[in-house]
């Protein structure tokens, strides 16, 4: 690994880089995983890659030779891959989901206004508590994947708020005229928090005990971030060692691609433009 961490120089002397060769999503999210998530970046450009056409980049052995599809190890990583990128997923879907006053609206409907952005705010926290789901399951299984043994308590703090979110009734919340800021009661289980199985919501008829949802959106975010990239940097020393231990390495990228998005169906990927989004043919 060199100096810039999400990069792998080949043999060939051809370098792996998340922007250059990742599909649309990585392509798109290359300056926040940069930033908040490099150990996806080092997973990616050294176990993974992007074949050009939404697939993983084929592994090779010392004789530089594919090894089958159909071998263990990978089919191994091949399932750890969907799960690594569903982290990814789920994180940039994290730092997308804000309230603030440039983006008061998740949906940015122009008749959602005064009367009705108590539903804005009450999707966003259900969509951002479902991805902090996710975000935990997404680790749990790529670590499983690699028969790597983690402490699954760590990530309790993302999967408590969740279970109360999603199977309670509708977490209180307040929206103060003219206020583009927002206010809940934190889900917790601690005393004087918002807990589903105990609290009313006549317990919360004025300011008290409420907190402001942007600011507790961006720790919840802080808080996943540096989860996922310590639990990340702990898969990529795995990774490592099973390409050690195999004598394997990822094929030399192929040049660089137009970012088509990854392959889930098994069929032909749809064709993109150059801007990465996608169009299909007239």
Same mark, same amino acid.
């Given at each position: 690994?060199?100096?810039?961490?999400?990069?792998?120089?080949?043999?060939?002397?051809? %370098?792996?880089?998340?922007?250059?060769?990742?599909?649309?999503?990585?392509?798109?999210?290359?300056?926040?995983? /940069?930033?908040?998530?490099?150990?996806?970046?080092?997973?990616?450009?050294?176990?993974?890659?992007?074949?050009?056409?939404?697939?993983?980049?084929?592994?090779?052995?010392?004789?530089?030779? *594919?090894?089958?599809?159909?071998?263990?190890?990978?089919?191994?990583?091949?399932?750890? /891959?969907?799960?690594?990128?569903?982290?990814? %997923?789920?994180?940039?879907?994290?730092? &997308?989901?804000?309230?603030?006053?440039?983006?008061?609206?998740?949906?940015?409907?122009?008749? @959602?206004? %005064?009367?009705?952005?108590?539903?804005?705010?009450?999707?966003?926290?259900?969509?951002?508590?479902?991805?902090?789901?996710?975000?935990?399951? *997404?680790?749990?299984?790529? *670590? *499983?994947?690699?028969?790597?043994?983690?402490?699954?308590? %760590?990530?309790?703090? @993302?999967?408590?708020?969740?279970?109360?979110?999603?199977?309670?009734? &509708?977490?209180?919340? @307040?929206?103060?005229?003219?206020? !583009?800021?927002?206010?809940?009661?934190?889900?917790?289980?601690?005393?004087?928090?918002?807990?589903?199985?105990?609290?009313?919501?006549?317990?919360?008829?004025?300011?008290?005990?409420?907190? /402001?949802?942007? #600011?507790? @959106?961006?720790?919840?975010?802080?808080?996943?971030?540096?989860?996922?990239?310590?639990?990340?940097?702990?898969?990529?020393?795995? !990774?490592?060692?099973?390409?050690?231990? /195999? &004598?394997?390495?990822?094929?030399?990228?192929?040049?660089?691609?137009?970012?088509?998005?990854?392959?889930?169906?098994?069929?032909?990927?749809?064709?993109?433009?150059?801007?990465?989004?996608? #169009?299909?043919?007239?």
């Amino acid at each position: 690994m060199n100096a810039y961490r999400g990069t792998t120089k080949h043999i060939t002397g051809v %370098e792996w880089n998340l922007k250059q060769h990742g599909d649309l999503l990585e392509y798109l999210a290359y300056d926040f995983v /940069s930033w908040k998530l490099p150990a996806y970046s080092d997973i990616w450009a050294s176990y993974i890659g992007h074949d050009g056409s939404g697939n993983p980049a084929n592994l090779i052995n010392k004789e530089g030779k *594919a090894l089958p599809e159909s071998s263990a190890l990978n089919k191994q990583r091949i399932r750890f /891959s969907q799960y690594h990128y569903t982290v990814l %997923e789920a994180m940039f879907s994290l730092e &997308r989901l804000q309230i603030s006053l440039s983006r008061p609206y998740l949906h940015e409907y122009s008749y @959602l206004e %005064e009367e009705a952005y108590f539903l804005e705010v009450n999707d966003l926290i259900i969509l951002f508590h479902a991805q902090l789901g996710r975000l935990r399951d *997404a680790l749990n299984k790529a *670590a *499983a994947c690699l028969d790597l043994s983690l402490d699954k308590k %760590e990530l309790d703090e @993302l999967w408590k708020p969740r279970c109360i979110v999603l199977h309670g009734p &509708r977490i209180p919340i @307040l929206h103060r005229y003219k206020d !583009v800021d927002a206010y809940i009661v934190e889900p917790s289980f601690d005393s004087g928090k918002w807990n589903d199985k105990a609290s009313n919501w006549s317990e919360f008829t004025d300011m008290k005990g409420y907190i /402001s949802l942007p #600011k507790y @959106l961006a720790a919840k975010k802080d808080l996943a971030i540096l989860l996922a990239d310590k639990w990340l940097y702990r898969m990529h020393s795995a !990774v490592q060692n099973i390409l050690k231990a /195999s &004598r394997i390495r990822l094929a030399p990228p192929l040049g660089v691609n137009n970012h088509i998005p990854r392959n889930f169906s098994g069929q032909p990927p749809m064709p993109t433009v150059a801007s990465g989004f996608m #169009k299909s043919k007239p």
